[in-house]
Structure formats: C-alpha cells, structure tokens
C-alpha cells in the first residue's frame, strides 16, 4: 500500500505528540504501514488483538493506569465493539478510534457494504463523536482533532478514513 | 468407565476472603455479576475498578492497566460466564506477557445473573487448558483449600501472566453494591 506511507507516517506523529502509549489493532491493509511503525518504535506497546471489543476495554484499562491509547481497525471491526463502548461510555474514558473504511467508495466485496454503510450511525447511537477524512491531506489534522477532543475533551471519538483516501484495494499487491 | 468428577466443595465468598486477606497494593478489576459483589463484599477498595456491563471485557481492561502500571501487580477477578465471552482477549494477554498479571475465574459453571443457566464450563469445557495452551506460565484449576492456598501465594508473587478457575459452589449471596 504504497499511497499510504505518506499519512501513516504524519499520524504516527500525531499519536506520538498525543503521548499515546498503546496501540492495540486488529490489522487492516490500509493501517499496514501505522502498525509498522508503532511496532518499530519502543515507546509505544504494540498490542494485535484477536477482536475488536478487546481494544475497547484494554483502553479504558490503560486510561485507569494512566495511559493515552489508540484503537486501530477495519470498519467491519466497528460492529465487535458496540456493546464494549458502553464502558467509555458510562465512565467516560477518552476513546481515540482510527477506523479505514470499506463498504463505501468503489466496494467490490459485497460483503464489506453492510457494516461499511452502517458505521457511522451504530457509533453515533453509542455516543462515539464521529470524523471523517474523505482525502488522503485531510487524515493527519483529522486525527490530530480526534486526539483533542479524545484525551482533553474527554469523549469517544472515531476517525473515519474514507475508502477514497486510502484507494482501492489491490488484491494483487 | 466415566472419569471421576471432583465435586465441589468451596464457597465463593469465602474464597474471595482467603484471596484478599493478602492484599496490599494490588489493583483489582472485577468482572460484571457476582464477582463485582463478591470483591465489594470483601474488600471495598480504592485499588478496585468494577465492571457492571461490557460482559467479555474485564480480562483486556485488566491487561490495559497491567501494561500502563507494570510495577505494579493487577488481579482480574471474574465469572466463567464472562470469561467465555472473552476467551480471545487470552491468548492477547499471552502475547503481551505481563509478569505482574493474575486472572482469578470464580466458576460456578452457571450464569448466575440470568436464571442459573449452565455456562459450558458446565459440560466440561476447561478453561485453565485454554489458559495453558495459549500460553500463561501457571493455569490450574482449584478444587480444594489446600489448591486455593497454593494458587494464592502465586496470585500475588508468581511470575506471570498466572491464571486460576476456582470451581466454587452455586449459592445465592446478597447483591453487595460498591461504596
């Protein structure tokens, strides 16, 4: 994923002035390149996930330690956490969610298009503040406004990468 | 010929007693249900963060804490049913390998909140297998005072992550709600 490198790279800055210190992901192609580097670089714990829910409720536990943390997913993933948002939720644990999208723009897999579609309202209806980055320039500052309303606003927010920003995906690469 | 079913004898209250009659700094999570009221019970503590929702999660909230605090010990206390909705977030844990982590399973192989439903522990399912196969250094399954005084020495000072099923009785104890 080639046309990634370039906003993986600006939101890893990102997360690092945030002073993030987990990243806890299921991976995705389009968060390739981000989970590289966080598990090239020591200061951060780098935690793979073997669902979704798990990084929700990891995250409240490190906010309870005192640590800032990151969840990064597919938008199938969105629909693994609803019920464990009801954590943040209820004790409002900042929540920085970076979620690439599929089911949207140019979807060729079917399957991907119901959860795809249904992202923003099911984390709407939990509460979850909701952005979206439809261009590749927009992601960085995007995340960057999702960290500030996370961890100094105090809410749970997600970041929605846009199909269109990352490309389609090329099952040859 | 059937293999032999060890019947249970221990009390989960009592058990949770035994536990944290060594508590000093530890931080404790709990898993929704009983043994949110079990460790309320017992050890009403600030060190304690309750879970009352989020059924599958208290074991990756307590490996959250146990990465961002490693100097510190962290003790999840939960019930079968809510670890069998969170049996991945295991093998996560075993991945991470935090030294100062213990899983503490209060088993009654029933979904106590619910109407006693039998959880799968009920036919059979060994969750300390689970626990040793995808890698915990200790995972053991506690029928017997003399276990639970074994497993508690380790809860506190084995080189972790530890994990325990305590097989305790099915019993109607008072909802005791943290202060």
Known sequence: ?173 | MSIAIPKITLARRPVVTKILESRKDELLITGLGAPTWDVASVSDHQNNFYLWGGMGGAVSTGLGLALAKPERRVLVFTGDGEMLMGLGSLATVAVQKPKNFAVIVLDNERYGETGMQKTATASGVDLSLVARGVGFHIARTIWTLDELSEATNEIYSAHGPVFYDVKVQRSDDPMVLPE
């Open chain 1, 1 to 173: 994923m080639v046309e990634s490198v370039s906003w993986s790279d600006k939101v890893f800055s990102v997360l690092c002035e945030a002073e993030v210190k987990q990243v806890a992901y299921v991976p995705d192609a389009g968060h390739q390149r981000l989970i590289k580097l966080c598990i090239d670089y020591n200061e951060i714990k780098h935690v793979p996930l073997t669902s979704e829910q798990e990084g929700i409720a990891l995250l409240g536990g490190a906010w309870l330690g005192g640590e800032r943390g990151a969840l990064l997913m597919q938008s199938s993933g969105v629909g693994n956490v609803i019920n464990m948002l009801s954590v943040p939720n209820e004790c409002r644990f900042p929540l920085l969610m970076i979620v690439t999208m599929r089911g949207e723009w140019a979807e060729f897999n079917p399957w991907q298009i119901p959860m795809g579609q249904a992202v923003e309202t099911t984390l709407k209806a939990m509460g979850v503040i909701v952005l979206r980055a439809a261009e590749e320039c927009l992601i960085s500052e995007t995340v960057s406004s999702a960290s500030k309303l996370a961890f100094e606003g105090g809410r749970m927010v997600a970041v929605l990468i846009s199909q269109r920003a990352l490309g389609q995906k090329d099952w040859n690469k």
